[in-house]
């Protein structure tokens, strides 16, 4: 009997302590789309990968060339000679490859290092509404399947977070 009443105040203690426990949410995707730092990370990011395909088309067209070439010297090519050419396209070839490769190692690396300065200004910005707030919990809408209640921090969020971003691009 001791056993069942003790349980049933666990049950309920935790209940009620969960029922005391204050939960928020924001729309980080809102947030990232409106920050001007973000916008313009983006767009380094674009620029980047735009002069990284251009250079990777050099690649290819100068390997298409090559080919060409290869195809029309052909006929008239002793064996030593075709085997050094053949070599040649396949190193041509190699290098494209691997040059792909590490341009899209890059990308990620600088996606990464435009990105993490916004992603913690947006984490620092939340922490400061909650505290705020005295919310025990901030969940992001993007990522939940389902919620209701709860306050909707994203306006005020939004507020501090430009305010971080405006400090930062002082700095």
């Not at 030593?80 to 040649?88: A, H, P, R, T």
């Not at 969940?139 to 430009?162: K, N, P, R």
């Amino acid at each position: 009997m001791k056993k069942v009443l003790l349980a049933l105040l666990v049950v309920f203690g935790a209940t009620s302590l969960m029922a005391q426990q204050k939960f928020g949410h924001v729309n980080s995707q809102e947030l990232l789309d409106s920050l001007p730092s973000r916008k313009a990370a983006i767009k380094k990011l674009q620029e980047f990968e735009a002069a990284g395909y251009a250079e990777l088309q050099e690649m290819d067209s100068d390997l298409q060339r090559a080919y060409a070439k290869y195809q029309k010297d052909l006929p008239t090519m002793s064996p030593v000679i075709q085997k050094i050419e053949e070599e040649k396209l396949m190193k041509k070839q190699q290098a494209l490859q691997e040059r792909e490769q590490s341009l899209q190692i890059e990308l990620q690396a600088y996606n990464q290092e435009l990105n993490a300065p916004i992603l913690d200004r947006v984490q620092r910005a939340v922490k400061i509404v909650a505290e705020r707030k005295k919310l025990a919990y901030v969940l992001d809408e993007t990522t939940t399947l389902y919620f209701a209640g709860g306050t909707d921090l994203t306006a005020e969020v939004m507020v501090e977070l430009m305010r971080l971003d405006k400090e930062e691009a002082k700095m």
